[in-house]
């Protein structure tokens, strides 16, 4: 694993939804996240895809630093036994402490909230705020409404055809940890090289 990609953090589901395949692969992407001696950072909750795959990091000794708005932890109920659980005071400081402890980040499945972090994410890279992996897990065809949007978007213009390279999509969970040991090394680049 290179040096650089020490933490990644995942953004996925509250719910489980209704193909437990998602779990599975939370699970699995959990377990590897520690196996491959990164970090876990996530939303600190303990329920759905969230709940899962911090409990495979931490059933194979990984480290996990969730990261949770206060107002949220009578929501999402923060995962028990979880060492390392930041409350912040806003959603807005919960995404930019995620954003500031990561290396790299890959989505899982997940409703509007994770299609939120998502798009974030891949539009701060856009604007050259920075060079991190983003990698979209498409497990049980997940992914493809939101990648023919983006599509959609690329064809009518809105959208540049180059911006294809702010992210990577990986078919299961293997192929998303495989991308990140490929990954190189974040560079800086002006902001309108990114547009
Ligand atoms: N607007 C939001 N910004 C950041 N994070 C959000 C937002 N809305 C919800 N979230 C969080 O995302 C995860 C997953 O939510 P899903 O709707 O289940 O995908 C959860 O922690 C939400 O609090």
Redesign the pocket.
């Known amino acids: 694993m290179p040096k650089h990609i020490r933490s990644v953090a995942v953004?996925?589901?509250?719910?489980a939804g209704t193909d437990p395949v998602h779990l599975a692969a939370a699970r699995q992407l959990g377990a590897g996240i520690a196996e491959a001696e990164m970090m876990l950072v996530y939303?600190g909750?303990g329920l759905?895809l969230?709940g899962a795959v911090a409990e495979g990091a931490i059933a194979k000794g990984g480290r996990v630093h969730g990261v949770i708005p206060e107002f949220?932890t009578r929501v999402?109920r923060p995962f028990p036994s979880l060492a390392e659980l930041e409350v912040t005071t806003s959603?807005h400081t919960?995404?930019t402490r995620m954003f500031e402890l990561a290396d790299a980040f890959i989505t899982l499945s997940?409703?509007?909230?994770?299609?939120?972090?998502t798009v974030e994410i891949i539009t701060w890279r856009q604007l050259g705020l920075h060079d991190k992996p983003v990698i979209i897990l498409d497990i049980g065809g997940w992914a493809q409404p939101f990648l023919a949007l983006i599509e959609a978007l690329i064809a009518q213009g809105f959208v540049p055809e180059s911006n294809r390279r702010l992210y990577a999509v990986a078919p299961d969970v293997p192929a998303a940890l495989r991308m990140l040991q490929a990954a190189p090394a974040p560079e800086t680049a002006a902001p309108a090289e990114r547009l």
């Open positions: 953004f996925c589901g509250v719910r939303g909750g759905g969230m949220l999402e959603m919960r995404k997940g409703g509007l909230g994770t299609l939120d972090e």
